[in-house]
């Protein structure tokens, strides 16, 4: 098959979503804003500000990611450092959420399990992106030979956890208040979902 062409249907939660393109994927769907077009594609150098400014978002409101204070720029090179998928969702050219996959540990050994990563911004959420990226991180996954796929979340991140839940995600470890945030106590759940 041309890589160039790509004729897929999704059937996601949502609805069935067509999905075509040659440099990314197009999605179209009664969920998403009036626009409706959501294009997912691997991320640019360019893309750096608004990715950080999301992952800030929910570092300074929620268990969603674990700092407190906002990281800067330097966060970006982090977040690309041994990804073997970072991808980004774009509506209207505005980035409104993105998705990496890496290595659950970075040596040969555990490339078979990939821990994931992704963050929606808050006016989309509730829209099927999430599982749009999870499709999509899951097929580079498949294509890597990888047997399973993890996450971690904090145990007062219910909208992660019912998100795995519904995404056949399984717990399979929980470390007990291994986080302090807001001066609040958490767990660090462990998902995964066999491939």
Known sequence: ????????????????????GTS?????SEHQPPEGEVQ???VRDGDREKIIAIFNHYA????AAYPEIPVNERFFAFLREGALGFYVLESDAHIVG?????????????MST?????FIQTD??????????????????????????????????????????QS???????????????????DLIWMQKML
């Open 1 to 20: 098959m041309n890589p160039g062409k790509i004729n897929i249907v999704i059937n996601i939660v949502i609805k069935t979503i067509q999905v075509q």
């Open 24 to 28: 990314g994927f197009f999605m179209k």
């Open 40 to 42: 997912i594609r691997e």
């Open 60 to 63: 300074e409101t929620s268990y």
């Open 98 to 110: 993105f998705g990496i996959m890496k290595p659950l540990l970075p040596f040969p050994v555990f």
């Open 114 to 118: 990939g821990m994931l990563t992704y």
């Open 124 to 165: 989309y959420t509730r829209r099927g992106l999430g599982k749009i990226l999870l499709y999509r991180l899951t097929e580079d996954a498949k294509k890597m030979g990888m047997s399973s796929l993890v996450a971690n979340m904090a145990s007062k991140n219910s909208a992660s956890i019912r998100f795995h839940l």
């Open 168 to 186: 056949g995600f399984t717990e399979v470890g929980r470390l007990h208040d291994a986080g302090s945030k807001f001066g609040e106590s958490f």
